[in-house]
């Protein structure tokens, strides 16, 4: 069964607004990553949160962990079209050792 | 370094037929992943090695497929026969062994069974 979940599933912004992507998942995790996929291209890991945090910067992007409601949020700040592409959820599950789960992404379209 | 490398890109093969994909990963990355992506659904985990040994397989859908990672460094996935459903974006990972290390993909192998 799916373990994360994206939402939106899609998303289409001007460049220079702010997007916002969630990702809920079921069970506890050690930690959460996301990453982001140019289309035909592999997943590049964008940014990870541990369970014990909260808040992760990271350039433009910026990540929440919120455990009680298992999910997450990434925003992206100041958008570009070269930030066009889908974005996946990936949880590191406990006691599953180096296991990730994914989730369906959300595409997201920057117009110019 | 040279980054995880899928071979082929693209295979079309027709029902029945067999297809192996191929991974090599990052030199020294322990860890090696399969998944596998039908259109428009998650990025659904296959198995996990770790060096030459199947730490999880819980993901691999039934007997037609099977993984090896001989001496712990490429990994192949053979598919027999193959079937209508097994098409799909295959994405091969790898990472290093401490917990929270990020997985590196390679571009996927898109199969196509017809």
């Known amino acids: 069964s799916q373990q994360g979940e994206e939402d939106p599933q899609a998303l289409s912004i001007q460049e220079g607004e702010n997007a916002t992507m969630n990702c809920s998942y079921k069970?506890?995790?050690?930690?959460l990553q996301w990453y982001r996929q140019n289309s035909g291209r592999g997943l590049v890991h964008l940014i990870l949160?541990?369970?014990?945090?909260r808040e992760k910067h990271s350039g433009r992007l910026r990540v929440t962990l919120d455990t009680s409601k298992k999910s997450s949020s990434l925003l992206i700040t100041a958008s570009r079209a070269a930030d066009t592409a889908s974005y996946f959820c990936?949880?590191?599950?406990?006691?599953?050792?180096?296991?990730?789960?994914f989730g369906t992404g959300t595409s997201l379209t920057v117009i110019p | 370094e040279a980054g995880v490398t899928q071979f082929p890109s693209h295979s079309v093969i027709e029902k029945g037929q067999t297809v192996t994909l191929r991974c090599d990963p990052i030199?020294?990355?322990?860890?090696l992943y399969w998944y596998r992506r039908v259109m428009g659904k998650e990025i659904k985990f296959l198995l996990h090695?770790?060096?030459?040994?199947?730490?999880?397989e819980s993901g691999m859908p039934n007997n037609r497929f099977l993984a090896e990672r001989t001496g712990g460094t490429y990994s192949t996935l053979k598919v027999q026969p193959a079937e209508l459903e097994d098409s799909g974006v295959y994405f091969c990972?790898?990472?290093?062994?401490?917990?929270?290390?990020?997985?590196?993909f390679g571009n996927g192998t898109r199969l196509t069974v017809t």
């Open positions: 949160i541990r369970s014990n945090e």
């Open positions: 069970t506890s995790i050690n930690n």
């Open positions: 090695f770790v060096k030459e040994s199947k730490q999880d």
């Open positions: 990936a949880t590191a599950l406990v006691n599953t050792g180096n296991q990730f789960y």
């Open positions: 030199s020294g990355h322990d860890n």
């Open positions: 990972a790898s990472s290093q062994e401490f917990s929270g290390s990020p997985l590196h």
